[in-house]
């Protein structure tokens, strides 16, 4: 069993930053594959970065550059830099962990399907 906390979410204004931290517990941490999800109200949930073992990273285009997702894996926590904020940023955050992924592309590491443990959320509210 994996225990995903996350935290750090907020209300800030448009081109602020935050940053979101989900604490992994769990005999299965490492996982392959960590990554951000959200979702925001009436829509689907999307990925938003993800992270390999090896610290290989993916992004979903919308990033544009604006976040970075990152490990400490002696604190057990994956982190989502979140910077030039913008209102349509707006959403519930969620952490996730797929103990074993089979490929670590963009079309699963960016898949919530594809995964297997999940945070309950954080919530970002960004306005303009």
């Known amino acids: 069993q994996v225990t995903l906390v996350e935290s750090g979410g907020g209300s800030v204004q448009a081109g602020g930053s935050l940053r979101l931290s989900c604490a992994a517990s769990g005999a299965t941490y490492p996982s392959d594959c960590m990554g951000w999800f959200r979702q925001a109200p009436g829509k689907e949930r999307e990925g938003v970065a993800a992270i390999d073992s090896d610290d290989n990273t993916i992004y979903a285009d919308f990033v544009e550059g604006r976040f970075t997702i990152s490990k400490d894996n002696a604190k057990n926590t994956v982190y989502l830099q979140m910077d030039s904020l913008r209102p349509d940023d707006t959403a519930l955050y969620y952490c996730?962990?797929?103990?074993?992924?089979?490929?670590?592309?963009?079309?699963?590491?960016?898949?919530?399907?594809?995964?297997?443990?999940w945070g309950q959320g954080t919530r970002v509210t960004v306005s303009s």
């Open positions: 996730a962990a797929e103990p074993q992924m089979s490929t670590y592309s963009r079309d699963y590491a960016l898949n919530p399907d594809e995964y297997t443990h």
